[in-house]
Nanobody, 123 residues
């Protein structure tokens, strides 16, 4: 079992930056594949943003603007969001699974989820 707790959400103006954090606890949390996903109010499904395991993978919509990283201990994952846009407004969720989680940032690959942190980008 993995427990995930997100923090760092808030309101930011377009073009600005924000950093999200996710702390994982539980068995072998430092070796899990972890990622960030988001769901906008008008959308029914969550979409992938970025994942990190032995490598990093990004959705096309955020590549070059967002960076996912992990601390040395492996229990905390960050999402550095730069040059944010109003369309980045969403509830952001941290997720994880044991083992390889693929090269596509897919919510279906994840088994554990945090409660989410809201990001709002204004014009």
């Amino acid at each position: 079992q993995l427990q995930l707790v997100e923090s760092g959400g808030g309101s930011v103006q377009a073009g600005g930056s924000l950093r999200l954090s996710c702390v994982a606890s539980g068995a072998r949390s430092s070796t899990a594949c972890m990622g960030w996903f988001r769901q906008a109010p008008e959308k029914e499904r969550r979409e992938g943003v970025a994942v990190i395991y032995t490598d990093t993978y990004y959705a096309d919509s955020v590549a070059g603007r967002f960076t996912i990283s992990r601390d040395v201990a492996g229990n905390t994952v960050y999402l550095q969001m730069n040059r944010v846009k109003p369309e980045d407004t969403a509830m952001y969720y941290c997720a994880a699974t044991y083992g390889f989680c693929g090269t596509v940032v897919s919510p279906s690959a994840m088994n554990y989820w945090g409660q989410g942190t809201q990001v709002t980008v204004s014009d």
